[in-house]
């Protein structure tokens, strides 16, 4: 098994349940040096995609899963990691118990474009559903978005 670093919408505990039944979550901590960003609007259907980008002067609120091999294959279909959209790399979290070297999806396009409405919504859903600290999920509901006109 192996420990991953889960960002988007896979915080959601239900929902990683349900993607990689077999895998369950460890803790929850934060990518320091790394910003929560969006990237790829021309490979979204109603927007840009979720995704990290390294910046010193930031963090992002994670939920560490210890991923079986069969979940992790589950997992990087749903990521579209098996056609490339989005790549795995690893990364330092810092929880209360101190740091691990984990792996997590970083979208393999460029940085720039909006979000819709509705992906905001579903990651701070998400984020609060992780135990994200109140003001991290207020800053989300609070990015910049586009309404797809659902």
Request: proline share 5%; glycine share 10%; net charge negative.
């Amino acid at each position: 098994m192996t420990l991953y670093a889960a960002y988007g919408t896979n915080l959601d505990p239900a929902r990683m349940s349900e993607r990689c039944p077999h895998s369950p979550l460890q803790t929850t901590g934060w990518l320091e040096g790394w910003r929560l960003t969006f990237g790829g609007e021309e490979h979204g259907w109603d927007g840009a995609l979720t995704t990290i980008v390294q910046d010193p002067f930031e963090q992002v609120f994670v939920a560490v899963y210890d991923v079986t091999p069969e979940d992790e294959t589950a997992l990087d279909g749903w990521e579209a990691a098996d056609t490339g959209l989005y790549r795995k790399t690893k990364v330092r979290v810092s929880t209360l118990t101190g740091e691990s070297v984990v792996w997590a999806y970083v979208l393999d396009a460029y940085e720039g474009g909006l979000p819709s409405a509705y992906n905001i919504g579903v990651l701070a859903d998400a984020a609060e559903a992780a135990g994200a600290p109140d003001d991290y999920v207020v800053a989300l509901r609070a990015r910049a978005c586009r309404s797809t006109g659902l």
